[in-house]
């Protein structure tokens, strides 16, 4: 008796939370409007393959060590060969469900693993920066096909010469933004979408400023002309406030881009007095506060855990307040895992929006 009481208490608190859960708490927000439909993104710098191997996805893959058998905590420590970090990158987006995935740093070798890895439900844009083809560091957006289609994109440089392969000047790399127009295909109807995705300068604050300025007009355009949400994700090499900040300033409006090149703004512009006021919002700034979790810093270097010497917040996902999305979620997650080995010496961060 006492047995089917507490089987009965245990079914009834069950039955009470689900009902809480279902019916007044998870779809309130959801079903208060029947024309938008949610997705989770995400950009996490790699850091570039600079310990090369020749060992294959499926040698990695076939070396995997018996998940039952307790690791060696922190057995590692280091940056360790992307043939290692690779399997922890794709596990970790994986199971975070998003639908874009925008990275920095991957070299071609790295772009093709990820494809191999996150599998063919995975498409993906974006070209090497050093010649427009496949030489250097790409800042590709993937993107799963089940979900999302891809309407059209492009690449340019950020210098002066935004149409060519080129460098700025007294910048430590060539640099790119990849831009993407794409549909989300959701079951209340299609939604389009644009999509930017950029690593700026690690040595030149111009550059940053700069090429901050030309993503801003960019986006602002793809507002102009779609008349729909935009967003811009990226490791800025700088962080929201100090001196190194203009960046960032710049593309939330709290600084006036700088001057860019006059055929980039022509091919650009939009008519005097529309979205005059356009800037961008940090969506970590703007998401619903309890919905923001995880870490602050982004970048963590690959110290040994509790150093955090080197934390800093420099990757970042805005939204256009030409608006059309909320930002319902924001989250960075972490690298580290307990065999000591960290994916990058960057977090990912993931973004949950509504469009
Ligand atoms: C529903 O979505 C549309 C289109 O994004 C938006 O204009 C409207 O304000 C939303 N309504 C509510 C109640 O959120
Ligand atoms: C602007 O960029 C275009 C295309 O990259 C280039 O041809 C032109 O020379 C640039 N203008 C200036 C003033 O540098
Ligand atoms: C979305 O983009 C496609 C391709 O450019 C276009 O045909 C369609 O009209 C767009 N939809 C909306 C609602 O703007
Ligand atoms: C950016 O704006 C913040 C205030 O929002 C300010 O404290 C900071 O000094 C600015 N950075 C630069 C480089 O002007
Ligand atoms: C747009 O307006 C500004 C002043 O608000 C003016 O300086 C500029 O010349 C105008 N541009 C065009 C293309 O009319």
């Not at 974006?126 to 999302?148: L, M, N």
């Not at 650009?268 to 919905?291: C, E, H, Q, W």
């Amino acid at each position: 008796m006492q047995g089917l009481i507490i089987v009965h208490f245990v079914l009834l608190t069950f039955f009470c939370l689900k009902a809480t859960s279902t019916w007044s708490h998870w779809p309130t927000r959801r079903s208060a409007n029947t024309t938008s439909s949610s997705m989770r993104i995400s950009t996490y710098n790699l850091r570039y393959d600079s310990m090369p191997d020749s060992i294959t996805v499926q040698e990695t893959l076939a070396s995997l060590p018996d998940p039952l058998v307790v690791p060696q905590y922190l057995g590692k420590s280091g940056e360790q060969p992307w043939s290692t970090r690779r399997i922890k990158v794709a596990q970790h987006l994986l199971t975070e469900g998003g639908v874009m995935a925008s990275f920095q740093e991957g070299l071609v070798r790295q772009v093709n693993d990820l494809q191999q890895l996150l599998g063919d439900d995975w498409s993906w844009i974006g070209v090497g920066r050093d010649d427009g083809i496949q030489a250097g560091e790409f800042s590709p957006v993937f993107y799963k096909t089940t979900v999302v289609d891809l309407i059209s994109w492009d690449t340019f440089w950020l210098s002066n010469t935004p149409f060519e392969v080129s460098k700025f000047p007294g910048a430590g790399s060539l640099r790119i933004c990849t831009a993407g127009r794409f549909t989300l295909n959701s079951p209340t109807g299609p939604t389009n979408f644009s999509y930017l995705n950029t690593h700026l300068d690690d040595q030149s604050d111009d550059q940053r400023r700069l090429g901050a300025s030309l993503i801003l007009a960019r986006a602002k355009y793809e507002a102009f002309t779609t008349n729909g949400p935009v967003f811009i994700t990226g490791d800025f090499n700088s962080e929201s406030t100090g001196s190194d900040s203009g960046a960032y300033n710049i593309t939330t409006g709290v600084l006036p881009p700088v001057p860019i090149n006059a055929t980039f703004a022509a091919t650009y512009a939009v008519p005097n007095g529309t979205l005059d006021n356009f800037i961008m919002d940090d969506l970590k700034g703007v998401a619903p506060r309890f919905s923001v979790s995880g870490n602050f810093a982004t970048y963590t270097g690959f110290n040994s855990p509790g150093d955090t010497s080197v934390f800093t917040r420099i990757d970042f996902v805005f939204g256009g307040n030409n608006g059309d999305w909320t930002a319902d979620g924001y989250r960075v997650g972490t690298s580290l895992t307990d065999d000591g080995i960290l994916a990058s010496d960057h977090r990912p961060v993931f973004a949950d929006i509504s469009i």
